[in-house]
């Protein structure tokens, strides 16, 4: 069964900290994919990431996919309460369907 | 707004009933996905549809299905509903439903099961 495990499960920390937030399987993924989710809202994408070893940064978050493609990372510079919410990873492993993580649960209090 | 839209947004029922949730994916894309979210299970991939025809099946139970009309638009059908059927629906459509086509959400259909 592939699994996305991400960790941590919940994250509450001060506005202006920095947070890494981590994606991982055993399985390798052709692309990877990164959503944040607010209450009662869908999924957004952030990022997508196709290459192992590639690094994409979108204003003061940097995401990773590993170099074996089967992890990935997610690190935000100076948390801001406007990033509260809930991260999640989707893998790909070339088939039609999209994996999911449970996801990460943001909190950053002002 | 990612351009897929979702009916209805709230709906309440009792166990034993059916409902249909509906789809309107973004203009142009022929893949319509649909996942079920509730706070135990996470974001669980029920069904994706290609241009009218099903082309992956993830954890979607019997008493579920779904379908796409020939304008794309797509219905999830969940009947004989039961209290932990209770949960959000989303349904996301890419253009091609390959891999690493972005999947874009809609808002979802809150579903509560009395």
């Known amino acids: 069964t592939q699994l996305l495990e991400q960790s941590p499960q919940f994250l509450s920390i001060q506005e202006g900290e920095n947070l890494t937030v981590y994606c991982n399987s055993s399985s390798v993924f052709s692309s990877l994919q990164w959503y944040r989710q607010e209450p009662g809202e869908g999924p957004v994408l952030l990022v997508t990431?196709?290459?192992?070893?590639e690094v994409k940064k979108l204003k003061r978050l940097t995401f990773q996919f590993g170099d074996a493609r089967k992890d990935s990372s997610l690190h935000i510079t100076a948390a801001q309460p406007g990033d509260t919410g809930l991260y999640l990873c989707a893998g790909n492993t070339g088939g039609f369907k999209t994996i999911f993580g449970a996801g990460t649960r943001l909190f950053v209090k002002a | 707004d990612s351009g897929v839209t979702q009916t209805p947004k709230h709906l309440i029922t009792a166990t034993g009933q059916r409902v249909t949730l509906r789809c309107s994916p973004r203009s142009g894309d022929l893949s319509v996905y649909w996942y079920q979210q509730s706070l135990d299970q996470g974001l669980q991939f029920l069904i994706q549809y290609y241009n009218g025809e099903e082309r992956a099946k993830g954890n979607i139970l019997e008493r579920f299905s779904a379908q796409q009309f020939p304008d794309l638009h797509s219905e999830l059908n969940l009947s004989s509903l039961e209290l932990g059927d209770s949960a959000l629906y989303f349904c996301?459509?890419?253009?091609?439903?390959?891999?690493?086509?972005?999947?874009?959400f809609g808002e979802g259909s809150w579903l509560t099961v009395v």
């Open positions: 996301a459509s890419s253009p091609r439903g390959q891999t690493g086509n972005t999947i874009y």
């Open positions: 990431v196709v290459t192992g070893g």
